[in-house]
């Protein structure tokens, strides 16, 4: 069960085009392609008339026609020629779902198109921030969206997961402060004069201790943004430390999968491309560690769901995520 | 749920010998062979004693030998011999099946054999005709045998999936007549003066415009014969047209699975081996298509079963089809 | 369902040391190490906290580090170590399981640990007797453990499976004797003055006919245990003859598979590396003749459980045993 009325990451900006691109979000198949004059649209993969795919029809200048019997839809989703009518029947329709370009990214809504509102949307703002530059990522994870929520509400597991990259004892040994403001849960962790992680070295060349800020806000549904700052210890100094956003987009697609959308936008080196390859190689290699323990941990919950775990302090981030998630398709459920 | 009390093809003749062949239908395993006297036999694919595929065992004269613990049956179905017995038990029965060699196919009557009745095969008389040349496929498709009822019963499609081979403009835009007949459903179009499609071509080399007759007969519950003619605009000739017809033995082999045993049998170029082969051919590549869009669509009717669809004119005929299928499962289930 | 207050075999006692080893028991995942000193631990393969596997951890000195969030586990299941904590939270446990180490097998106990009972281990010395040779052997089968059970009860199979190793006519023809006795079922035969089967004559020369005895024991739940002779006709000698055992530990893994652990120690040629791979290659290729039966038999059995067989007197090992294990779980259903 997921959340509908919401905006989730539906695709990267530039991975859709004139060209019919199928994904399945929140468990639907859906369609996206762009008209020629570039506005993005996205249907329910699926033709009105017998339900085969239409991202396996031909995109028609707007429209899109099925690939069985012809249907042809406008970016609307209404039926605009079909075999054996003059004038197209306009009962037929595909669903439409909103769709928004915004900050390098697609959002899409999949519950009533009434309620769609880009005020809602996350701020997301970073890879588009002057001065900025963005490193974008994407990773499938067989896993359902709330196991990567824990996962990023709970970077005790750096120490353990990412010892090669971004972990070290330091993090496990921080406890953070936990607590819910504004509709999002935040985890902090102040972590002064400690070893700088492997990454951070190579990125950066620190040489000696560091003061290591990571702040972690949980925006529901379904995104985290960290906001993560490595200084050498006591200076607090911009230009010899590290100031980056960690975006973490992760959209449902299945009830066991997720599209993992991943960003980090840094203040420094703005455009350098060797920075901005090794930042997504170091980063992809930490998340496909990731990846080996949510898919065999979601396996484990796919075979006994009913296990109940123990929890430590380390969990307060999560548990209030999860709670707030359950209030949020509660009150969704009372008014669909 | 499948039609029980009636013929379904099992096998080209030829396909089956003095070898145990195992084939699925109507989601009952079934193995086949032929006495040496020639006799086809279709059992159960499992032994009555201990469930192993009689398939797996091994053929001895007539009989057919378990190959687990020497359970032996004769062509009836009757034990005929088992370990520690010196009378062999004659309550050990595995069920035998109906199956009539006729037309170049074995026939297998799937339900109560008491019912069985040679007179109750569809007129499949063609690859047999006098003067005539069969030209016989099979292909295993990953759909409902419904849905390739539905795909023959609506040519319409021909013109959006079949354009490199049997498919043209034309095609759609004659509208067919559509009647029930007879306990059949017959969807007929005549098509004066249109262009050749490109098999068409290739086949008879028509150079200008055609008269296309397309006569498709729906006899249930899984059978659909073609009667297609082309002729020079105007003249009605065979000799320099085109007469065939597409014959269409669906199998059921479980409810996401058929088989299609196809045939083109026809009244021109007898005895070719090349024009055999050009046909062979091109309908493969036709119906490879098809598959395409079937298994697609079976997967989405998978994922959801309740999905409702829009119908257009063109869907006259699979309705019908439907609704004749779905009667006689209810005089089925009445009378069983 | 299967008896859980019982011991199964686990593993070879070689197969477990210093590493953390996975296996899949009576439908639980298991990790299994020894401590530094040596004992074999046994442990639910799961982390109390988040539900990784701990087979996907460390072995830290005795303790287990699970490799999410570190927690740590001493060899009695109890957690030694918790990020967040100075003093472990002993309330977490990881389920520990009974495990010992008895003639070349760890043996576990996966029901209740209080009643676990070292008599009440089934006699399986023979790999240890004093001047006896062992020869084990493990293949894991896709059939329910009981179709295992099934096939060693009813040997007339050999006949039909197995007659270029172990089985020739005479098997299929002596109908044995079948009792039950001490909480066990046997199933006798004598043939005597018959042709030997083939890996008899490779293995001991065989000239002329021999008297061979055949005594099988199910030991309940899941072990049989057979004592086999082979001698020169008449003679009784054991000098000229064969004495060996089949050990069969049949452990479930699943409702559809089982972790078949064999051993055939034997009386004669003590210490012969020669006779040992000539033993496993030819049990090997007998058992592999069965995995082929029995996996085609459960496949059969997962699609019509309902199914309703014939017995023929051959079965009467078989039935007795499933009618003690059905006793055998209604008592435990009982209790528990």
């Given at each position: 069960?997921?959340?509908?009325?919401?905006?989730?990451?539906?695709?990267?900006?530039?991975?859709?085009g004139r060209a019919l691109?199928?994904?399945?979000?929140?468990?639907?198949?859906?369609?996206?392609?762009?008209?020629?004059?570039?506005?993005?649209?996205?249907?329910?993969?699926?033709?009105?008339?017998?339900?085969?795919?239409?991202?396996?029809?031909t995109l028609i200048g707007?429209?899109?026609?099925?690939?069985?019997?012809?249907?042809?839809?406008?970016?609307?989703?209404?039926?605009?020629?079909?075999?054996?009518?003059?004038?197209?029947?306009?009962?037929?329709?595909?669903?439409?779902?909103?769709?928004?370009?915004?900050?390098?990214?697609?959002?899409?809504?999949?519950?009533?198109?009434?309620?769609?509102?880009?005020?809602?949307?996350?701020?997301?703002?970073?890879?588009?921030?002057?001065?900025?530059?963005?490193?974008?990522?994407?990773?499938?994870?067989?896993?359902?969206?709330?196991?990567?929520?824990?996962?990023?509400?709970?970077?005790?597991?750096?120490?353990?997961?990412?010892?090669?990259?971004?972990?070290?004892?330091?993090?496990?040994?921080?406890?953070?402060?936990?607590?819910?403001?504004?509709?999002?849960?935040?985890?902090?962790?102040?972590?002064?004069?400690?070893?700088?992680?492997?990454?951070?070295?190579?990125?950066?060349?620190?040489?000696?201790?560091?003061?290591?800020?990571?702040?972690?806000?949980?925006?529901?549904?379904?995104?985290?943004?960290?906001?993560?700052?490595?200084?050498?210890?006591?200076?607090?100094?911009?230009?010899?430390?590290?100031?980056?956003?960690?975006?973490?987009?992760?959209?449902?697609?299945?009830?066991?999968?997720?599209?993992?959308?991943?960003?980090?936008?840094?203040?420094?080196?703005?455009?350098?491309?060797?920075?901005?390859?090794?930042?997504?190689?170091?980063?992809?290699?930490?998340?496909?560690?990731?990846?080996?323990?949510?898919?065999?941990?979601?396996?484990?919950?796919?075979?006994?769901?009913?296990?109940?775990?123990?929890?430590?302090?380390?969990?307060?981030?999560?548990?209030?995520?999860?709670?707030?998630?359950?209030?949020?398709?509660?009150?969704?459920?009372?008014?669909?």
């Amino acid at each position: 069960m997921f959340l509908k009325n919401c905006w989730y990451i539906a695709a990267q900006a530039d991975e859709v085009g004139r060209a019919l691109l199928h994904r399945r979000i929140v468990g639907e198949p859906v369609v996206m392609y762009r008209t020629e004059a570039g506005m993005p649209v996205a249907f329910l993969d699926r033709c009105a008339h017998r339900s085969l795919p239409l991202s396996k029809g031909t995109l028609i200048g707007d429209t899109v026609q099925c690939g069985y019997h012809g249907m042809t839809y406008g970016a609307d989703g209404r039926c605009v020629a079909a075999p054996g009518y003059e004038t197209p029947p306009d009962h037929v329709r595909v669903r439409a779902f909103p769709l928004v370009e915004k900050w390098t990214y697609l959002w899409i809504w999949m519950g009533d198109p009434a309620l769609a509102d880009e005020d809602a949307l996350p701020d997301f703002h970073w890879p588009a921030r002057d001065g900025w530059t963005p490193c974008p990522g994407y990773l499938r994870i067989g896993a359902h969206y709330q196991l990567l929520l824990d996962n990023l509400l709970d970077l005790s597991h750096e120490t353990y997961v990412h010892g090669a990259t971004i972990g070290n004892e330091a993090v496990a040994e921080a406890l953070p402060e936990t607590f819910e403001k504004d509709g999002q849960v935040v985890v902090s962790r102040f972590m002064p004069s400690v070893p700088a992680p492997p990454m951070h070295v190579k990125v950066r060349g620190f040489t000696g201790a560091i003061d290591r800020h990571q702040h972690v806000f949980f925006i529901p549904p379904s995104f985290i943004d960290i906001d993560s700052r490595f200084y050498v210890a006591g200076t607090e100094d911009e230009d010899t430390g590290i100031v980056w956003r960690v975006l973490n987009g992760l959209t449902p697609e299945t009830e066991t999968s997720t599209h993992y959308f991943w960003n980090l936008p840094r203040g420094f080196s703005p455009g350098d491309p060797e920075m901005t390859a090794l930042l997504h190689q170091q980063v992809t290699k930490t998340f496909e560690e990731d990846r080996g323990v949510l898919e065999a941990q979601q396996q484990m919950l796919t075979e006994d769901p009913g296990f109940e775990h123990a929890n430590i302090p380390a969990d307060a981030g999560p548990i209030l995520a999860r709670r707030l998630v359950a209030r949020l398709l509660e009150a969704e459920a009372a008014v669909g």
